[in-house]
């Protein structure tokens, strides 16, 4: 693959999701001899064969297969890098941090007072998506830098775990449940859980796609959710918010592209540490007084 193009990867991946060079050539706005020239040209080149043609269908060999999911990443990291670079080159230069909504453990206020120390801030923009997104938009380059929880895909990300949480039972107040001290997982069974927008994993409830609309549907009494215990300090007056005693600990974590080199991406990662680091003794274990 080496000296491979931008131009002649973007025609294989079009005819390659397509599998159709009529297709393929309409969506890129060209015609189609050129586009199958640049494919014959392309596999000439690599020694192989990309695609069986027939009269009646186009198909990806072995070949075909790789290059096209290889493909698919070089060319999101192309765009992805050629955002960050205008963020980074713009009249105002800028960090964009993504995050769920109350998906800070309530510690972006202090990671954003230590950054301004730093010699290299920037201006932060924080971006705020539904669960599971932020990798995504870290990938595709419209985000710099990315709070996220639990052990999400990170394939092309760097990442540093920052804070470590129990878990409680975000529930109505006037659940069974309510007046606990704790409960166990077994305890919920049988509860009406949420399904998370965009994620695979789920219960049976109704789709939630913010924290917002969370504790609204939680309110409700819809359904009852195991959020980190940080979610206590969004918790209205009309939910409370139980220890879960098994329930794992789940992880907040700090996440950016691989290879990074920005000095305001390192200044934003060592400030977040640090000022998690201060909170540590804070931290207690489950079962401790409050």
Same mark, same amino acid.
């Given at each position: 693959?080496?000296?491979?193009?931008?131009?002649?990867?973007?025609?294989?991946v079009?005819?390659?999701?397509?599998?159709?060079?009529?297709?393929?050539?309409?969506?890129?706005?060209?015609?189609?001899?050129?586009?199958?020239?640049?494919?014959?040209?392309?596999?000439?080149?690599?020694?192989?064969?990309?695609?069986?043609?027939?009269?009646?269908?186009?198909?990806?060999?072995?070949?075909?297969?790789?290059?096209?999911?290889?493909?698919?990443? &070089?060319?999101?990291?192309?765009?992805?890098a050629?955002?960050?670079?205008?963020?980074?080159?713009?009249?105002?230069?800028?960090?964009?941090?993504?995050?769920?909504?109350?998906?800070?453990?309530?510690?972006?206020?202090?990671?954003?007072?230590?950054?301004?120390?730093?010699?290299?801030?920037?201006?932060?923009?924080?971006?705020?998506?539904?669960?599971?997104?932020?990798?995504?938009?870290?990938?595709?380059?419209?985000?710099?830098v990315?709070?996220?929880?639990?052990?999400?895909d990170?394939?092309?990300?760097?990442?540093?775990?920052?804070?470590?949480?129990?878990?409680?039972?975000?529930?109505?107040?006037?659940?069974?449940?309510?007046?606990?001290?704790?409960?166990?997982?077994?305890?919920?069974?049988?509860?009406?859980?949420?399904?998370?927008?965009?994620?695979?994993?789920?219960?049976?409830?109704?789709?939630?796609?913010?924290?917002?609309?969370?504790?609204?549907?939680?309110?409700?009494?819809?359904?009852? &959710?195991?959020?980190?215990?940080?979610?206590? &300090?969004?918790?209205?007056?009309?939910?409370?918010?139980?220890?879960?005693?098994?329930?794992?600990?789940?992880?907040?974590?700090?996440?950016?592209?691989?290879q990074?080199?920005?000095?305001?991406l390192?200044?934003?990662?060592r400030?977040a540490?640090?000022?998690?680091?201060?909170?540590?003794?804070?931290?207690?274990?489950?079962?401790?007084?409050?």
């Amino acid at each position: 693959m080496d000296g491979l193009e931008a131009r002649e990867l973007a025609y294989f991946v079009a005819v390659a999701e397509e599998l159709n060079f009529s297709r393929a050539a309409q969506r890129l706005g060209i015609a189609q001899p050129p586009l199958s020239r640049a494919v014959k040209q392309l596999e000439r080149r690599l020694g192989v064969v990309l695609l069986e043609r027939t009269s009646r269908k186009v198909a990806l060999t072995a070949a075909g297969q790789v290059l096209l999911d290889e493909g698919r990443r &070089a060319l999101e990291g192309l765009s992805a890098a050629a955002r960050r670079a205008q963020r980074a080159g713009g009249p105002a230069p800028r960090l964009t941090l993504v995050m769920k909504a109350v998906g800070d453990g309530g510690m972006l206020p202090a990671i954003l007072a230590a950054y301004a120390k730093e010699p290299d801030a920037t201006e932060v923009e924080v971006l705020f998506c539904g669960f599971g997104e932020q990798a995504d938009l870290l990938r595709s380059g419209s985000a710099d830098v990315g709070l996220l929880h639990g052990r999400p895909d990170l394939t092309g990300l760097d990442s540093e775990d920052l804070l470590v949480e129990r878990q409680v039972a975000v529930m109505p107040v006037r659940h069974r449940l309510a007046g606990r001290a704790a409960v166990t997982l077994t305890d919920l069974d049988g509860e009406v859980t949420p399904r998370w927008a965009g994620l695979p994993q789920g219960g049976d409830g109704p789709e939630v796609r913010d924290a917002g609309q969370l504790m609204q549907l939680i309110a409700m009494g819809r359904t009852v &959710a195991v959020l980190p215990e940080s979610a206590r &300090a969004y918790a209205g007056g009309d939910v409370v918010c139980v220890p879960v005693l098994d329930a794992p600990p789940t992880t907040m974590l700090l996440a950016w592209p691989e290879q990074s080199r920005s000095p305001a991406l390192a200044a934003f990662v060592r400030a977040a540490t640090g000022a998690v680091a201060l909170r540590t003794p804070d931290v207690r274990p489950l079962g401790s007084e409050r």
